[in-house]
């Protein structure tokens, strides 16, 4: 459990976190999302997923 802790706070899973969180807040709050972010934040998904599936392989 304590392993599983430390490997989810490095800093790529801790900026997926928080884009995610920004990403959810301006959905909910209704404020629109510029395509700028959406960029950004659709390529830093598919990079953490990305690296995930590799490092399980």
Known sequence: ????LCKLIDVKSLVTLTLTGVMAYLSISGREVSETFKTIY????GFYFGTQTTKKQ
């Open 1 to 4: 459990m304590k392993e599983k």
């Open 42 to 45: 659709v390529m830093i998904i």
